[in-house]
């Protein structure tokens, strides 16, 4: 079985940073693209950033290099390190594998999910 969970969502305050956390199991990393996404409240789900198979990284979101994606083999964690947040980064944050792009997050056409980790920034 497929599992993907998210951790390291909170509450942060403008201009602070935090490290979500996607624990994989049930795939290798040498055989699935993963992914971060992100669905704010009445948005569409938007995508990140994609960890290829072969390790490339593709940012497929104007973060002006405030967010990165990792991965570590051992641990069977993809991270994503996101510096001076915004207010407008306030969302559900998605950890996902071979997921393509779909409108609603919740609602993924294909693909394994993970159920998501809330972060808020605050002014």
């Known amino acids: 079985e497929v599992r993907l969970v998210e951790s390291g969502g909170g509450s942060v305050p403008a201009g602070g940073s935090l490290r979500l956390s996607c624990l994989v199991s049930?795939?290798?990393?040498?055989?699935?693209?993963m992914s971060w996404f992100r669905q704010a409240r009445g948005k569409e789900c938007e995508l990140i950033a994609t960890i290829r198979r072969d390790g490339r990284i593709q940012d497929s979101f104007s973060m002006t290099g405030r967010y990165t994606i990792s991965r570590d083999k051992a641990k069977m964690t993809v991270d994503l390190q996101m510096n001076n947040l915004k207010p407008d980064d306030t969302a559900m944050y998605y950890c996902?594998?071979?997921?393509?792009?779909?409108?609603?997050?919740?609602?993924?056409?294909?693909?394994?999910w993970g159920r998501g980790t809330q972060v808020t920034v605050t002014l």
């Open positions: 996902a594998a071979e997921a393509g792009w779909p409108n609603d997050c919740t609602k993924p056409t294909y693909g394994h």
């Open positions: 049930g795939l290798t990393f040498d055989a699935n693209d």
